[in-house]
């Protein structure tokens, strides 16, 4: 088990990295190191629960292969270690989110008072909009 955070931990089974050649800043460095991370995580074969793992896929978006494999790229820093790290954090931080119940939103009616005000603002902006155009009887 690969502890990535306090609350997640994951098996390292299902934790696939690859380094290659990142681009950017580092001049000759870049050229030689491959100090670039991809980090894969297997979300469909994981022994997360179903609905986290619905959840993941759903906020992973494009990330989330058709195969169900999660793929998290970070060459953000000049070392390996640091975007290895780096990208360990993000894949806590989306575990951290997925595993997360989202609010269940109870549908309110609007209160008879606030149906009246709203219906008032809308006939006064009427009249505003309606004084806008050409006085009647007036042609030119």
Known sequence: MIKLSETVAVDARVLK??????????????NKVATAVELRFDVKNSSLAP????????????????????????????????????????????LERASRRPKLRRPTKPRPA???????????????????????GEEE
């Not at 990295?17 to 870049?30: L, Y």
């Not at 992973?60 to 970070?74: E, F, T």
């Not at 603002?121 to 009249?127: C, D, H």
Request: aromatic share 2%; glycine share 8%; hydrophobic share 35%.
């Open 51 to 94: 609905d986290i793992k619905a959840r993941l896929i759903a906020q992973a978006g494009s990330r989330v292969s058709s195969d169900g494999i999660l793929v998290i790229d970070s060459r953000e820093h000049r070392t390996q270690a640091q975007n290895r790290s780096a990208a360990r954090a993000r894949l806590a931080t989306l």
């Open 114 to 136: 606030a149906r009246e005000k709203r219906l008032e603002v809308k006939r006064q902006r009427s009249q505003v909009k309606e004084l806008r155009g050409r006085a009647r």
């Open 17 to 30: 990295e690859r380094f290659v050649r990142a681009s950017g800043p580092g001049g000759q460095n870049v």
